[in-house]
C-alpha cells in the first residue's frame, strides 16, 4: 500500500503543476513555487482523509471504532485550522 500512495502522490503533483500552468496570470506575476505546491498538496491530502474518515464513520458500527475515527477527524480539522 506504501508503494500505491507514493505513485499517487506523485501524480497528484503533476496534475496541479499542470492545473496552475493553464491558469491565466496577471501580467509580471510568475508561477507558484514549489514550497506553494507542497502546501496546496498537503492540504488536498488533508481533505482527501478527511472525506475517507467521513465516510467511514458513517458506516461503522463498533463504538471503539467510531471513537477513534472521531478522534482522527478532530486531528485532521486542527491540522486544516492551520491552513
Known sequence: MRYMAKGWESKSVTALAGVFDSLPRPAGQKA???????RIRHKET???SRTRIMTDLKTA???RYRELLSRTL???DAKLSTF
Open 46 to 48: 488533508i481533505l482527501l
Open 74 to 76: 478532530a486531528d485532521l
Open 61 to 63: 458500527q463498533n463504538p
Open 32 to 38: 507558484p513555487d514549489s514550497a506553494t505546491l507542497d
